[in-house]
């Protein structure tokens, strides 16, 4: 069994910054790429960032220049740093990661969001 676990998540204030986590936990050999998406209401999920195992990183044109991935294999963490937010960035925000597990194969885990609310 693999498991992600988002934390972070809160309320602030627009030009205000946060740091989200997301930690893999459970029978992992591998973690392959990770990511962050998220929904905002009435929304469809979209990317934020994703980040490969060599830390090759990509992100959406609406956060580049204000959010950071970035990632810990010793710790089968996943971060994201995002400054300068926008009342537009409220969402919930999703962890997302492709894992070789033991006995498990490799699929795409979810983590359950957390969300973030920014005030104007």
């Known amino acids: 069994q693999v498991q992600l676990v988002e934390s972070g998540g809160g309320l602030v204030q627009a030009g205000g910054s946060l740091r989200l986590s997301c930690a893999a936990s459970?029978?992992?050999?591998?973690?392959?790429?990770m990511g962050w998406y998220r929904q905002a209401p009435g929304k469809q999920r979209e990317l934020v960032a994703t980040i490969t195992s060599g830390r090759s990183t990509n992100y959406a044109d609406s956060v580049k220049g204000r959010f950071t991935i970035s990632r810990d294999n010793a710790k089968n963490t996943v971060y994201l740093q995002m400054n300068k937010l926008k009342p537009e960035d409220t969402a919930v925000y999703y962890c997302?990661?492709?894992?070789?597990?033991?006995?498990?194969?490799?699929?795409?885990?979810w983590g359950k969001g957390t969300l973030v609310t920014v005030s104007s």
């Open positions: 459970g029978s992992i050999f591998v973690i392959n790429a």
């Open positions: 997302n990661a492709d894992i070789t597990g033991y006995g498990l194969g490799t699929r795409e885990y």
